[in-house]
T-cell receptor, first 115, second 108 residues
Framework: GAVVSQHPSRVICKSGTSVKIECRSLDFQATTMFWYRQFPKQSLMLMATSNEGSKATYEQGVEKDKFLINHASLTLSTLTVTSAHPEDSSFYIC???????????FGPGTRLTVT | GQQVMQIPQYQHVQEGEDFTTYCNSSTTLSNIQWYKQRPGGHPVFLIQLVKSGEVKKQKRLTFQFGEAKKNSSLHITATQTTDVGTYFC????????FGQGTRLTINP
């Protein structure tokens, strides 16, 4: 099956700093990728749709200036959490579809802890 | 967007017992996908249902889509410890809106 990677897998940062998370499709190209966040023992909440070569589409209630998304190539989308605060601590997961089926392939996730 | 309710939120069973999770919508769904997330892992696609009344089987897993396409279920026969995890339903195609999930734990 298709492979999606994320980097880093874990990151700890201080309050007020910014953190960049990468999502890569390793064996396919993806014009669209999706970013989710998941709090412990909760469901995945869709944050935004990352569109290659154009602006991301954010879900209602997600601050676009807080969560910057860049999809500069067909295999890479980045999510930058700006001016991170402890409440931003969460599990961030990306997904992509190779285009040959309907299932989403998820990255392994990035656990962000803001101290 | 399409919203779904999943029940139960938690289910604990003895190994070998059956397990069922239900996914309900107030609106008609065009399709629904099911995913499994192991503890500490990421969601993995299980299946997509599209047709009214559709039933699909994967070994011990049976997936159903209601006649009205407003509900779906996942039934696991004779659970094994490898079935532990959270099962999510998600209507949509590429852009998925996940249900709350049902967390399955198993007593070996």
């Amino acid at each position: 099956g298709a492979v999606v990677s994320q980097h880093p897998s874990r990151v700890i940062c201080k309050s007020g700093t910014s953190v960049k998370i990468e999502c890569r499709s390793l064996d396919f190209q993806a014009t669209t990728m999706f970013w989710y966040r998941q709090f412990p023992k909760q469901s995945l909440m869709l944050m935004a749709t990352s569109n290659e070569g154009s602006k991301a589409t954010y879900e209602q209630g997600v601050e676009k200036d807080k969560f910057l998304i860049n999809h500069a190539s067909l295999t890479l989308s980045t999510l930058t959490v700006t001016s991170a605060h402890p409440e931003d601590s969460s599990f961030y997961i990306c997904s992509a579809n190779p285009g040959q089926g309907y299932e989403q392939y998820f990255g392994p996730g990035t656990r962000l802890t803001v101290t | 967007g399409q919203q779904v309710m999943q029940i139960p939120q938690y289910q604990h069973v003895q190994e070998g017992e059956d397990f069922t999770t239900y996914c309900n919508s107030s609106t008609t769904l065009s399709n629904i996908q099911w995913y499994k997330q192991r503890p500490g892992g990421h969601p993995v696609f299980l299946i997509q249902l599209v047709k009214s009344g559709e039933v699909k089987k994967q070994k011990r897993l049976t997936f159903q889509f209601g006649e009205a396409k407003k509900n779906s279920s996942l039934h696991i026969t004779a659970t094994q410890t490898t079935d532990v995890g959270t099962y999510f339903c998600a209507p949509g195609a590429q852009k998925l809106v996940f249900g709350q999930g049902t967390r399955l734990t198993i007593n070996p």
